[in-house]
């Protein structure tokens, strides 16, 4: 994007294969800002994903005091105060469109920052990354190494390092189940091997894929295998801020004594010493010289190791830092950067991602902790009584989301004399029958409606069941018809 | 083949030989992980063949190191089904009827397992939710033959009418026509005064004393002097508006003629007491129970 590239080189005559084995990166360790950022990071994604599945809170008797639990056996969800069923799993499509919002937004303000510091990816890539340089020593260590011989040492240290990077996988796996049972229990099992089989399939996938795909696959997971870098690309604007080289103070690039000489002829020379610390340091080996490109994750760690050697060498930093081409080019033209965080894009996105908020909100404050539905007999839709009245029968099915028992009455609205009964329910109050709805649960009952055959009628007129919670005075309703045979 | 190993030019590698028009075909072998997969799956189907059932025989066939058997592993599945079903079905075998009905946990179970018998043994005749047909009752309506209390039904389900079994239920609609009791016209005066029982419609010149002198002397003994019926002879209510092979005055005089007794199969030794038991709380539960 920089550099002019001459005809010559993009002409390739070579039928070479497609296939190009991977260059192992050894990314070296660095300080500075933004690799503290990432730490800070780390210990926050890690700890709320190790961690969440031990926080209690309290939903009393018989009710599961996990905070975040998703109960397949029993078709629940927790979090926090938070209960859904199973036909409520629509709120997680809110969820995952306010997840694209989201991460829309981040582009448009700062590019790729869920690639850099939230992504699994990239945040137990540079986990494993640190173990890789505490057991077998910084880049130039890790590269003699590998070109020298296998040594018992060596061999050790390898061994050493795979045995962190598997209890981590394993320790991976281990808090994944554990959103999915009573957390201490399940430990507890787990310890004395009494768990069941599926949570030590599951904690032995979950620890194969992270140990393979942090440990082996790493940056090559975002090159090669991830959508997002492929939409994010059609996504952005030139407004979005970006790690970029800053070329126009970088460039041309030449040592610091030749720097000096150049410059006391009054000519220009670039900031950039060409050290190649920006691309020693880089998680997926790339040179953050050639521009915005597709194996940038943006991580901010170039950033670091260039504002070191730039203080080292007695430069002002930020020859790498958070930019875009449009203030390169104003740069060059001698004028004021300018940022534009709020701007049309921006605006959309948050007032979006607001909306959704809101809907959601709504949806999660208005729902209904009573609910009937009702299901019309298909066989017979209408039975004919030797007395001449018509009977319909229905099953209808409550529904009580309240953690304790409650009575329930049912009223009934449909044809003239309509009259109501229920199978198996001797209720004391026969026009008014009068159910008890377990904790949590739904209920199914068949409930018969009879009325007097009019030959004017209609042959099919809405019937409404109405339930009313005695105690709460919550009411549902549901409506179907009545039909004469 | 060292006539073939010419080599190509411009790919560099050899070919095989072939030529045609001048095109030549370069030798592409097949990748070793392919081939040693395809060994692999030649080695998997000895083994394969060695421990489960192959190859057939004149009678019979090759059973395997391990007897595994599809046919097998169904009853053993069934097996353990019916054990699982045992544990809860001791309980149903173990209530009244009454007790079933009124307890909803009890209710919902013998409401599943009847449905699921139903649908099995009783849908071919009274159709799949129990509405019936001519000649076959409406099992969801309050008129019942052989009364519809759920000591009836389930007496009805185990013994049958007219099934032959020893305690079935006996008792038909004679052929008064057919055996010459009744002449056609007064079997037609009799029709027309059992439609005018359950108020509907008569021929006009109907002579209602007669018709009425003619019931009182041979249908009251089974129907009852006010017409409404008999469950202990399965003999129907004529006053209601129920009726099982129609009530226009054509039909009543084939029924008068030829006599009617439709057949209701005993239960009792091909379903098991406790199926019985759910299936008369899932007929009375269709909601003609009494």
Redesign the interface.
Known sequence: MNKPVSPDELITDEDGPLYAPRKKVYPQSVSGRFRSIKWRLMAVCLGVYYLLPFVRWHRGLGAPDQAVLIDFPNRRFYFFFIELWPQEVYYFTGLLVLAAFALFLMNALGGRIWCGYLCPQTVWTDLFYAVERLVEGDRRAQMKADAGPMTVKRAGRRALKHAIWLMIAWWTGGAWVLYFADAPTLVRDLATLQAPVIAYVWIAMLTASTYLLAGYMREQVCVYMCPWPRIQAALTDEWALNVTYKYDRGEPRCSVKKAFDIRSLGEKAGDCIDCNQCVAVCPTGIDIRDGAQLGCIQCGLCIDACDAVMTKVGRKTGLIGYDNDINVQRRVAGKQEIFKPVRARTVVYASLITVVCAVMLYALMSRTLLDVNVLHDRNPIAVSLSDGAIRNGYTLRFLNKRGFDRVIAIDVDGPAGAKLHVIGADSVTPDRPMIVLGRDTTTELRVLVTAAFDEKAEKSVPVTFRVTDIGLGEVASATDHFVLP | MSEHNEIDRV?GRSTTGHEWDGIKELNTPLPRWWVLTFYATIIWAIGYWIVYPAWPLVSGYTTGLFQYSTRASVATDLADLEKLRGEKMAVLGNASLADI??D?AL??LA?ARGKTVFADNCAPCH?????GAKGYP?L????WLWGGSLDQIMQTIQFGARSGHAKTHEGQMLAFGRDGVLKKDEIVTVANYVRSLSGLSTAPKFDLAAGKKIFTENCTSCHGDNAKGNPELGAP?LT???WLYGSDEETLVETITNGRAGVMPAWVGRLDPVTVKALAVYVH????GK
């Open positions: 790919s009905e009124k909803p209710l919902a409401r159709g799949s939710g129990g509405a409406n969801n309506d309050d008129d209510n209601d508006q129920i539960s269709l909601g003609g």
